[in-house]
């Protein structure tokens, strides 16, 4: 990330994301590769490099995400805007599936956002189930 994070807002951000994706709940073991900074609603939209518009992300979903805000239900086809880490409540929109490796999504938000984000792609899919395998759960 081009912009300097001062200690502070870095350590609020550990704090809160606890070291998992703020939108795929997958955690930095899991992927095997640090979490990204995201600008919620990008820079090039006049998104502020301030805690409310930051959060930390898997590189799939930060690379999925780009700069989209919206997508499309792939139930009704409506047009919604993304799951926003800092003004949404993670666990009304999402749950695990049964396997614990399967993101599902239980609102239009939910669903938009793990179709945008490819969130349930077969490589972190893959993965996730190595780590139910060990005893890890979402």
Known sequence: ????????????????????????????????????VDHIISKSQGGKTVFENLCFACRCCNEFKRGQMTANDPLTGESV???????????????????????VGITAIGRATIVALRIN??????????????????
């Open 1 to 36: 990330m081009s912009n300097y994070l001062s200690k502070d807002l870095l350590n609020r951000l550990q704090d809160v994301d606890n070291r998992h994706c703020a939108y795929s709940h997958t955690k930095e073991a899991n992927t095997g590769q640090p979490m990204t």
């Open 81 to 103: 805007r993304l799951f926003h880490p800092r003004q949404h409540i993670w666990n009304e929109h999402f749950m695990w599936s049964e396997s614990s490796v399967v993101l």
């Open 121 to 138: 792609n077969p490589v972190i899919v893959a993965a996730r189930r190595r780590w139910v395998s060990v005893g890890w759960h979402p």
